[in-house]
């Protein structure tokens, strides 16, 4: 079957899980340390965040060339076409080098422009994007680690939280359990969602 934007990001999202699982078996066996441990989780998240990036850009053109796949009965209905797929990249760039998805405002905006009524990206819920800006807030904490990013994550991610102190730094935190039945840690419920939310846009 071809290759789509959600199967690519389905694929890369259970390449880096299989990584995962690898590091803490070594982990459990002592032949990395904690530190080593942490460093994987907070590796793997940025490229869980940025497989998602490359879905919705991948989703979005596939859109606008009119080559799109959806489960779903969805009226898409496009405000412009192009000759050509550099043609399209142009456009998008508008003289930029690359383009920001994330926060997801970006993402609606451009939809906006270029889809009538933004659809499908606005069809997300409240609570889909509520989860899309949290997943983005660790990541800048993770990317940056500057005063601004460490503040976001403390005041908006974990401050209500019962977290143990070592858990409140963002590679613990995501390494700490969340779930009972199955056994969760929070990079799994993140990465899931983010699973979900892309399988919702198509």
């Known amino acids: ?33 904690l530190r080593d441990i942490h460093s994987v989780y907070e590796a793997l998240f940025l490229r869980a965040v940025t497989s998602f990036e490359v879905f919705l850009e991948d989703l979005f053109v596939s859109i606008l060339e009119e080559r799109a796949q959806y489960a779903k009965r969805r009226k898409v209905v496009l ?12 456009i998008l760039l508008q003289g930029d080098k690359y383009m920001n998805w994330l926060p997801f405002k970006n993402t609606e905006d451009r939809a906006n422009l ?5 659809k499908p990206f606005s069809d997300l819920t409240g609570p889909d994007r509520s989860t899309i800006t949290t997943i983005h807030i660790i990541r ?24 143990l102190p070592r858990e409140k730094v963002p590679a613990a935190y995501l390494r700490s359990q969340v779930r009972g039945a199955p056994i969760q840690n929070r990079y799994e419920v993140y990465v899931t969602e983010l699973a979900r939310i892309a399988e919702d846009l198509c």
């Open 1 to 33: 079957m071809p290759s789509t934007p959600l199967k690519n990001f389905q694929r890369s999202l259970d390449s880096l899980d299989y990584t995962r699982l690898r590091m803490e078996d070594m982990h459990r066996n002592g032949s990395i340390a």
């Open 79 to 90: 405000r412009m076409r192009t000759t050509s797929h550099e043609a399209l990249r142009k």
């Open 114 to 118: 270029y889809l009538k009524d933004g």
């Open 140 to 163: 800048n904490a993770i990317a940056h680690r500057s005063t601004h990013a460490t503040n976001e994550f403390k005041t908006k991610v974990i401050a209500q939280l019962p977290l």
